[in-house]
């Protein structure tokens, strides 16, 4: 195992890469995985220093898709599940033949136990133990099926492949429900989902939904809830356009960047409308605003992808669904009255 440790632009800790990879273990378990292992549960394995993420449900066990696969023949298949409850990590053994244990104490098989940072657990094998680092609650993931890739999401967006070339992004919307949007429009996803993304075949890990996550068009706490401003200034010939949101959470600018030009698009398009009633006003269909853009659908959806991960990593409130979508119509808008343009 590799780790190497930098800093992320977030200010919610530092960036942790962690190659997990050991010839006996099979290619799905070969991860690659890419976020703040402080913000999120994860197993450490105190004798070979392996750290395992936790998805909301983590199967424990030999079998191929374990969350955390163990090889020894003392664990069971499906040997326990480590999942989080409403407010905290529970443990339940599977009826395992060889047993779980929490700091030295056999459970009683099919009941689920609570878990605290720093338990120390073993599942059949009492020389390979696991210690519970970190007791967050699970944030969103995928893990690619191909090669084990594991990609993490930042404020319940999730992009894949990555943050840096998406294809695709997974966002909390309110009201129980998660939606992946790519070029062709959005659908509704769930927990343990398998796609296909570019060459790759993803299982999706998705928490349960919390109050205080992000909201749909329909929905309370929404962008102009959370008092959200934009402000554009804008060069003579058109072509760099600088970003400044205003938010609950104060001011971030960022210097000019190509998806700019679709936010700003959209935002004229609202002001233009401004006389029309609020749940009408600058909506743009997919084709036109691409025609407009002289962009064809995927750089398009390529573009909404990074503009919502740039929002979200900056922490600004309900910042990953400032772009509303109306799914059935393919069209978009920005989610804000608020919107001052300056040209420099």
């Not at 664990?75 to 443990?91: C, M, N, P, Q």
């Not at 599977?94 to 338990?119: F, K, M, Q, Y």
């Not at 294809?167 to 062709?184: K, P, T």
Request: one cysteine or more; aromatic letters at 4%; a negative charge.
């Amino acid at each position: 195992m590799t780790v190497d440790a930098g800093h992320g632009g977030s200010g919610r800790g530092g960036l942790i890469v962690v190659y997990l990879c050991a010839a006996p273990l099979a290619p799905l378990w070969c991860a690659l995985i890419i976020g703040s292992l402080s913000a999120m549960g994860a197993l450490r394995n105190p004798k070979t220093l392996l750290v395992l993420t936790l998805p909301a449900r983590a199967m424990v066990g030999r079998g191929p898709t374990s969350a955390v696969p163990l090889l020894d023949r003392r664990t069971s298949s499906e040997h326990a599940t480590v999942f989080w409850g409403s407010d905290g990590w529970r443990l339940r053994d599977l009826a395992s033949r060889n047993g779980t244990w929490i700091n030295g104490r056999r459970v009683e098989p099919g009941v689920d136990h609570e878990l605290s940072a720093g338990d120390e657990l073993w599942f059949g094998d009492r020389d390979n133990p696991w210690v519970l680092d970190d007791d967050a609650p699970p944030i969103a993931s995928a893990r690619s099926l191909t090669d084990g890739h594991l990609v993490l999401a930042v404020a319940d967006v999730l992009s894949l492949p990555s943050a840096e070339e998406p294809l695709a992004s997974v966002v909390y919307q309110g009201r129980g429900r998660w939606i992946l949007e790519d070029e062709q429009g959005e659908q509704a996803v769930h927990d343990h989902q398998e796609l296909r993304i570019g060459d790759q075949l993803w299982r999706l890990h998705l928490p349960e939904p919390r109050d205080d996550t992000l909201t749909s068009e329909h929905g309370p706490g929404g962008a102009d809830d959370a008092g959200m401003r934009l402000r554009f200034v804008v060069s003579r010939d058109e072509l760099n356009v600088s970003l400044t949101v205003l938010s609950a959470a104060g001011e971030r600018r960022w210097e000019p960047r190509a998806p700019h030009y679709l936010l700003l698009t959209l935002a004229r398009q609202r002001l233009a409308e401004s006389h029309l009633a609020e749940h009408e006003r600058g909506w743009l269909h997919v084709d036109r605003l691409a025609r407009m853009l002289n962009l064809n659908r995927k750089t398009l959806n390529v573009y909404i992808c990074r503009l919502r991960a740039q929002l979200a990593d900056a922490g600004v409130p309900n910042g990953a669904t400032l772009i509303q979508r109306r799914p059935l119509s393919q069209q978009l808008r920005v989610g804000v009255d608020l919107v001052e343009i300056e040209h420099g």
